[in-house]
């Protein structure tokens, strides 16, 4: 039988729950095994992960992409593949940008020095659409994932109108609200709040029942169990929705400055195709998709810490 006793001659009952009836095995083939699976005997990550692991390092991969579709970008353009009218080189776009900027002032076009108000304009949109959708998805999601009854009786129309395109929405959009800064708020929400709902009622309806039992041990009712319990479990997959979400406001947004406002990027991206503006249709499209990028990466930031821990215990390593 295993010697389970401390030097002093007590037994430690930690070593009684992890021993069993077995003997103890021997650290070196844990560590053996440990490193077989790709990390050291401590835990640790190898060295080439631990420098991924670093914001230079993440920066750097994330760079790789966009580097290589440039060059691309560049060759096709210079293999004349394609009309350089139809489809311009990257410096004729940064050019057309910094005209854009207002750093280039010839020639002069109708978005010259526009640039920030363009994007200030969207990003108001962006916000006041995205915003609503996620208060109003998380409370409804929430009540879906945790009511069998509010799923019955909401889920079948969600499951109508999910499906439907948001710019299809555009004519109802401008009907009820005519063309101005309502209707594209309506129409970022609209494109937002589906999978907001969806990435919600998901996420709450697998939390665990061990969790719920937990709670209520804790003297939780229903709905301190919601709020102490269930949200913060359903946190992760949240999250998830809501980058959808955001990323559907960016696209809704500028879709609908096409045709419902006069100002913002979609308004100057589909101004300067009616030019025949290659140039600045690219510019706009990279502007957006940078602005996209940004957004996404505070609301990364602004959730991180209530979901470290699931970063910390998930398969990513």
């Not at 959009?173 to 937002?192: K, S």
């Not at 419902?260 to 140039?279: E, F, I, K, R």
């Amino acid at each position: 039988m295993t010697d389970l006793s401390s030097p002093g001659g007590r037994t430690d009952p930690a070593s009684v729950m992890l021993a069993g009836s077995g003997p103890l095995p021997d650290p070196a083939s844990v560590d053996a095994v440990q490193a077989a699976m790709g990390e050291t005997g401590s835990g640790r990550r190898p060295l080439g992960m631990k420098k991924l692991g670093t914001r230079t390092g993440r920066i750097g991969l994330g760079l790789i992409v966009p580097v290589l579709v440039l060059a691309g970008w560049q060759l096709v353009v210079a293999a004349n593949l394609f009309p350089s009218a139809l489809i311009p080189g990257p410096l004729t776009v940064l050019d057309t940008a910094e005209n854009w900027l207002g750093t280039r002032q010839s020639p002069s076009m109708f978005y010259t020095g526009h640039m920030f108000s363009d994007i200030g304009a969207t990003l108001v949109r962006v916000l006041v659409g995205f915003a609503l959708a996620s208060v109003i998805g998380v409370a409804l999601g929430t009540a879906i994932g945790v009511s069998r009854l509010v799923d019955g009786l909401l889920s079948p129309l969600l499951r109508i109108l999910g499906p439907i395109p948001p710019i299809t929405w555009i004519p109802v959009a401008i009907v009820l609200f005519g063309i101005g800064q309502q209707a594209n708020f309506a129409l970022t929400f609209v494109g937002a709040v589906f999978p907001v709902i969806a990435a919600t009622a998901v996420a709450v309806s697998g939390v665990g029942r061990d969790l719920l039992r937990a709670g209520r041990m804790m003297g939780d009712g229903r709905a301190g169990l919601i709020g102490h319990v269930v949200l913060p479990s359903a946190f992760p997959g949240i999250v998830g929705g809501l980058r959808i979400g955001l990323g559907l406001s960016w696209m809704m947004a500028v879709t609908s400055e096409m045709l419902a406002v006069h100002n913002g990027l979609g308004y100057t991206l589909w101004n300067a195709y009616n030019y025949l503006d290659y140039p600045a249709v690219f510019a706009a499209m990279i502007v957006t998709g940078i602005c996209g990028l940004l957004t996404d990466a505070l609301l990364l930031a602004a959730t991180r810490p209530a979901t470290r821990w699931h970063a910390e215990t998930g398969v990513r390593s």
